[in-house]
């Protein structure tokens, strides 16, 4: 069984400021480990992924993400917050090939950027 | 290229009612899932479609179906519609095997259903 847990519901950060959004995650088998962004009113857009390659996983506009097994975290970060950036985000695991590749989705974590 | 498309964007059914959602996958995509999304929360995953069978499915009822066409496309039909049935429905489609996004989902912009 899989499962990720995200910690902090809410973050609110200045422009310019460090993004960090925690994610700790549960999985039974080598997982690989995804964020994704969702704006209001859309689907979701994938930022970065974690696939068993390099542990520290570069995306989109500027976040990254580092993969630690010992500590079963995948957390995001991004040095300097945009006005942009505000927007719900999503981590995410899934198993490898016998499981599909289901997606097992954190509550979600609401960011906002103040100017 | 499109990506995942879903029709409606917009539904409003009432309690009992029977609803039909649908699913293009992105092209070269040749597996559906689809998700569920309440207000708050993450996506909940309902089933997954590869070649035109359900090969998992998550922990929702039997008022949940769906099928997937020869083309990959998909439905998503929910029977005996409940309050509770309100939220985000979300595609989401996968590359077939061998190509380099295997393992990464492709979401749709969901449709928004409302039971009254």
């Known amino acids: 069984a899989q499962s990720v847990t995200q910690l902090g519901s809410h973050v609110s950060v200045s422009e310019g400021a460090l993004v960090l959004l925690r994610c700790n995650y549960s999985s039974s088998v080598p997982p690989y480990l995804f964020w994704y962004v969702q704006y209001p009113n859309q689907g979701l857009q994938l930022l970065l992924k974690y696939t068993s390659a390099a542990t520290l996983v570069k995306g989109i506009n500027g976040f990254e993400a580092e993969f630690k097994k010992s500590e079963t975290s995948f957390h995001l970060t991004k040095p300097s917050a945009h006005m942009s950036d505000a927007a719900e985000y999503f981590c995410a695991v899934s198993g490898f090939a016998g499981s599909n590749y289901k997606l097992t989705f954190g509550k979600g974590t609401l960011l906002t950027v103040n100017p | 290229d499109a990506g995942v498309t879903q029709s409606p964007t917009h539904l409003i059914k009432t309690r009992g009612q029977q609803v039909t959602l649908r699913c293009s996958p992105k092209s070269g995509h040749d597996t559906v899932s689809w998700y569920q999304q309440a207000l708050g929360q993450g996506p909940q995953f309902i089933f997954q479609y590869y070649e035109e069978e359900e090969r998992q499915r998550g922990n929702f009822p039997d008022r949940f179906s769906g099928h997937q066409y020869p083309n990959y496309s998909s439905e998503l039909n929910v029977n005996a519609l409940l309050l509770g049935d309100s939220a985000l429905y979300l595609c989401?489609?996968?590359?077939?095997?061998?190509?380099?996004?295997?393992?990464?989902?492709?979401f749709g912009p969901g449709t928004r259903l409302t039971v009254l």
């Open positions: 989401a489609s996968r590359a077939r095997r061998g190509r380099s996004s295997y393992n990464e989902q492709f």
